[in-house]
């Protein structure tokens, strides 16, 4: 005899469950579905190669805060000599009172003018004591050395003062850019290490080979160079070719872009400053079409310096990870301007 039970149903619990784990299988393949696709060996690399602009622009701010550290350094140092040595020259002009006083005493007594300096603040008592009728000539003379290297004096430590601060400011700039630009090339050496060991070989290989060929194969043409001054700097910096790039390097073992461009001038006689930002009021502004060999050349936002070295190429450092090489102008992103000197 059949039997007209009802099925049993699913508990409430079973059921809630069951459609938790649908949902959250159709969760997981909705996002497999999206997800973003790993970034191929190019993209990585331009990546990478904008990373590293961004760090040779943070270089360049470092350098110029080195730069100015350095002479802030050297001021702070001549201005503390000088108030060292104005202290010993009041000291001696005190001295020199001094001796007057006790030249006084011996023959009798103590010049009021006098026994007011020995008895009150210097600083306090040389406007009243200037006015006093019983002071001979030899101590208005001294009085009056007395308060001009006092204002003097006081002159110079104020200065030594506001270049302390001044001092203070560059070196947290200074702090800051470093920081940056090593967070940068952090980021990029992050970027190449989620590639494979092949694809990083593969990237290096082309490097190697881009410093090889501009090296030993490159066409510069005939062009006349710019001036005297820029064809020795140019042949200079060809001396260089094979060296690698580190940031902050201004030679003779290795050189960030405007450590190369400084470098180069030094030999050729000429000295020009250390940045990018600075290197470019180091002569006069041309426009692409005026180039000739031995012109400085800016690109991206005057973040990178090279040396025009004649057929549309330039001779530079151009990046972590490469050397000092020859390089064609098409590759080196935006244009600026350039420099002759």
């Keep these: 005899m059949a039997s007209h039970r009802r099925p049993k149903q699913p508990s409430r619990t079973r059921v809630t469950v069951l459609t938790a ?14 997800a973003d696709p790993k970034p191929s060996k190019s993209e990585v690399k331009a990546k990478v190669d904008k990373l590293y602009h961004e760090a040779e622009a943070a270089t360049e701010k470092y350098n110029g805060a080195k730069e100015q550290q350095d002479k802030l350094k050297k001021q702070v140092d001549a201005l503390q000599d000088k108030v060292a040595r104005g202290q010993d020259e009041l000291n001696s002009l005190r001295g020199e009172l001094g001796s007057i006083a006790t030249a006084q005493y011996r023959s009798g007594g103590i010049d009021p003018s006098v026994a ?13 004591a200037s006015a006093l009728d019983q002071l001979t000539v030899k101590q208005t003379e001294s009085l009056q050395k007395i308060q001009s290297k006092q204002r003097t004096l006081a002159q110079q430590r104020q200065e030594a003062q506001d270049k302390l601060g001044d001092l203070a400011d560059v070196r947290k700039a200074l702090g800051e850019n470093k920081k940056k630009y090593q967070g940068k090339l952090a980021d990029a050496q992050r970027l190449l290490n989620s590639l494979t060991q092949a694809e990083r070989a593969k990237i290096q290989q082309e490097e190697n080979r881009a410093s090889r060929a501009s090296s030993e194969r490159v066409e510069l043409g005939n062009e006349a160079p710019a001036s ?36 180069a001038f030094a030999q050729a006689g000429v000295n020009i400053s250390r940045t990018t930002y600075t290197q470019q009021n180091d002569g006069v502004k041309i426009g ?49 301007f350039g420099v002759r000197i």
């Excluded at 692409?288 to 057929?311: C, E, I, M, T, W």
């Design 288 to 336: 692409r079409s005026q180039l000739k060999p031995g012109d400085l050349v800016f690109f991206n936002g005057l973040s990178h310096v090279g040396f025009y070295a004649g057929n549309n190429q330039i001779l530079h450092a151009p990046k972590p990870g490469t050397v000092v090489r020859y390089e064609s102008m098409d590759y080196m992103g935006t244009f600026q």
């Design 21 to 34: 784990t649908a949902a959250a299988a159709v969760a997981l393949s909705s996002q497999a579905a999206h």
């Design 116 to 128: 007011l300096f020995l008895a009150s603040d210097p600083d306090s008592f040389l406007d009243q």
């Design 228 to 263: 005297n001054r820029g064809a020795a700097a140019l042949s200079a910096a060809a001396t260089q070719l094979g060296k690698p790039y580190v940031s902050g390097g201004s030679g003779p073992n290795s050189y960030d872009c405007s450590g190369l461009t400084q470098w």
